[in-house]
Every structure is written in C-alpha cells, then in structure tokens.
C-alpha cells in the first residue's frame, strides 16, 4: 500500500476527477472496513 491517498492519486493523475473521487470513497471503505 502506499503512504497515503495523495501518493495513490498521484500515480494515477491521468484518471477523471471522478474517477479519483471513486478511488478514495473505495480506498476509505477499505480502511475502515480493516
């Protein structure tokens, strides 16, 4: 995993703005959910 959500974003800078809003809705589903 990464350091944080930034670093995640940051590797995938080309995805829509969107798209990066579902990636961290996903990411914080996960956190929480360990």
Same mark, same amino acid.
């Given at each position: 995993g990464h350091k +944080?959500?930034?670093t995640t974003l940051d590797i995938y800078a +080309?995805?829509?703005e969107d798209k =990066? =809003?579902? @990636? $961290?809705?996903n990411m914080e589903d996960k $956190?929480? @959910?360990l």
């Open positions: +944080d959500v930034q +080309d995805c829509t =990066k =809003k579902e @990636v $961290i809705k $956190i929480f @959910v």
